[in-house]
């Protein structure tokens, strides 16, 4: 039920993310609706992949048998880290390699890893809140360990 429920979340807020952020892509004022629309659509779904992707892998490398009442922190974070290293590849490929998208001037660019600010906190905001509402674990037991 928590993968299902994370699955859910994560879908609700990769949508709405995408939504959000798109105006900071070049799309924004060079593509048609119909364009823009399956952009939003299209990236929301690469999201979910990414998103079961760096979950499952999370589970199998840090995650117990009694996840996720136990190792839920680690799982998480773990997930959260695999999902911003993979944006920060992606991003490089399609912006930098491909050219298959661009960024209009007003997206905030991190210097250093020359990616989107939005598309690096989407990674850190959208599956720390989704995996919060899936495990339905108390905060203070997130690191604990197990339910009080």
Avoid at 70 to 99: D, K
Wanted: net charge positive; glycine share 8%; hydrophobic share 55%.
């Amino acid at each position: 039920m928590t993968i299902r429920r994370y699955f859910i979340y994560s879908a609700i807020g990769h949508l709405l993310w995408e939504s959000a952020h798109i105006p900071l892509y070049t799309i924004w004022v060079e593509g048609s609706w119909s364009e823009i629309a399956f952009a939003v659509v299209h990236c929301t779904g690469g999201d979910l992949l990414i998103a079961m992707s760096t979950l499952l892998l999370s589970l199998f490398i840090v995650g117990g048998q009694a996840w996720p009442t136990t190792r839920a922190g680690a799982v998480i974070l773990l997930a959260v880290v695999l999902g911003v290293s993979y944006t920060v590849f992606s991003e490089w490929l399609n912006i930098v390699i491909r050219a298959a998208r661009a960024y209009r001037d007003i997206m905030p660019v991190v210097p250093v890893l020359d990616a989107g600010l939005t598309p690096l906190l989407q990674w850190m905001v959208v599956p720390s809140v989704a995996y919060l509402l899936a495990i339905r674990l108390p905060l203070s037991q997130l690191f604990s360990g197990g339910r009080k």
